[in-house]
């Protein structure tokens, strides 16, 4: 024992002793420790750089992935980059995307709010949805014990319309309150947030960036949805001198309050100027995805009375009723109106493969006494009557350069058809064509 205070005992204690200082404080140096994690992590959350940009969207089936993938990496790039004191909400007919079920159950671990809203069809015992599934069970431990309270994250479904008795709950529409340096970012078009939309669509979609009075009326009906129970006067609009936005449920007589159809009523065809053609004749772009039944053909009358009259019109379309087109190939004034079917069945066995999805109808020219029109309306609302019942949106946009760009990406297809457009002629006439389209 008195051989550990001798000076060599001493110095090898000593040197021991500094040995294991600096050994602990090279770990400390070292380790990323959680408060440090999370204090770097919170200083580039509150620096942040991102700004969403104004306008629309459009994604094709076909091409390079920038090109297939445009609407759903805007929509992941969205996602990501909400701040985590911030709110998501999104309602879409149908969620099937990995990784946007990824992105969704990562920002509400970090602290966001998200709401996701589907329509129940899209989640049953005949369709197998293991996205979804997961977004709802991942949303769902991120709120802990207490699952109450407006900051807790959920994924739902509707039942049919979720404002309305019967339907679909089929509009697309992403509100982000608080995303890198922009405010009040609402995201509404065709494309429901799934990888067929990027795959398998032509798909469109427009966003607002702080325009702060459209974004808390579509988070009021948003937030209707939310409740899942039946709205009285479930219609709803917003007039703007640019923006507007309606909703549906509608149940009016002959439809006479959808909006598009009232515009379509005080299109003149002759006049236009800075407007229109070369001719002063007003361009009516329809692409109507789904155009049938009664409210189908209360558009085809118009549409084909519109080119009776010498509009320049255009119609590109995915499924069209029999009537719808009987009507549209009539003879009498100019004839039969153009018309391009653009989908894609590749194999032949008569399912197409790929569609135009878009809902949109541009007029370029002359509307009632104004001879220099531009106006555009999207959304999800297809010309078909269950569009009516359903839980819906349309938007309308004013103004040339929006107006122009929807209608050139019309004009594309229409001119340069995708190859092996239309239904092969050889196709299996026992196989629906429609059975794995979005129809409605």
């Not at 990562?106 to 049953?124: E, F, H, S």
């Not at 006479?256 to 361009?283: F, H, L, S, W, Y």
């Not at 001879?371 to 297809?382: E, K, P």
Request: net charge positive; glycine share 8%; charged share 25%.
């Amino acid at each position: 024992m008195l051989r550990l205070h001798t000076p060599r005992a001493r110095l090898a204690t000593m040197v021991l002793a500094l040995a294991l200082v600096l050994a602990s404080a090279a770990a400390v140096l070292l380790a990323p420790t959680g408060p440090r994690a999370v204090a770097a992590e919170t200083s580039a959350e509150q620096k942040p750089s991102y700004k969403a940009q104004e306008g629309p969207t459009f994604n094709t089936a076909i091409g390079d992935q920038q090109s297939r993938r445009a609407i759903l990496d805007l929509l992941l790039q969205t996602i990501r980059h909400t701040s985590p004191k911030g709110q998501i909400k999104i309602m879409t007919w149908n969620f099937m995307n990995a990784g946007a079920a990824d992105a969704l159950i990562q920002r509400a671990q970090k602290g966001t709010t998200v709401r996701v809203l589907i329509d129940a069809n899209n989640n049953d015992e005949d369709t197998d949805n293991p996205s979804f599934r997961r977004l709802k069970k991942g949303l769902k431990a991120t709120n802990g014990k207490n699952e109450k309270g407006a900051t807790k994250s959920f994924a739902r479904m509707c039942r049919g319309s979720c404002r309305g008795k019967s339907g679909a709950a089929h509009s697309k529409m992403f509100l982000f309150d608080k995303v890198g340096l922009s405010r009040n970012v609402l995201i509404q078009g065709s494309a429901n947030l799934t990888t067929a939309a990027a795959a398998n669509q032509w798909n469109e979609v427009y966003t607002y960036v702080g325009r702060d009075k459209i974004y808390d009326f579509a988070e009021e009906i948003f937030d209707q949805m939310w409740r899942d129970k039946t709205t009285k006067n479930a219609y709803r609009a917003f007039e703007g001198s640019r923006y507007s936005l309606y909703f549906s449920p509608y149940y009016g007589k002959y439809f006479e309050g959808d909006p598009v159809q009232q515009m379509m009523d005080r299109i003149k065809c002759k006049g236009a100027q800075k407007a229109g053609n070369a001719n002063g004749r007003t361009i009516v772009r329809s692409a109507p995805d789904v155009i049938r039944g009664k409210r189908g053909m209360i558009a085809a009358r118009r549409l084909k009375t519109l080119w009776d009259q010498g509009c320049d019109v255009r119609i590109a379309y995915t499924v069209m009723g029999r009537d719808v087109k009987k009507h549209l190939n009539g003879g009498g004034g100019r004839g039969p109106v153009p018309m391009r079917h653009l989908v894609q069945d590749f194999d032949g066995d008569g399912d197409f493969d790929n569609y135009f999805h878009l809902k949109v109808l541009t007029i370029n020219g002359r509307i009632g006494a104004d001879r220099t029109s531009y106006v555009t309306f999207n959304g999800s609302a297809n010309t078909s009557d269950p569009s009516s019942r359903s839980d819906e949106q349309i938007g309308k946009l004013v103004g040339k350069r929006n107006t122009l760009q929807y209608q050139r990406f019309i004009d594309r297809w229409f001119e340069n058809p995708p190859p092996n457009a239309g239904r092969r002629a050889d196709a299996d006439p026992n196989v629906h064509p429609y059975q794995h389209v979005d129809m409605d």
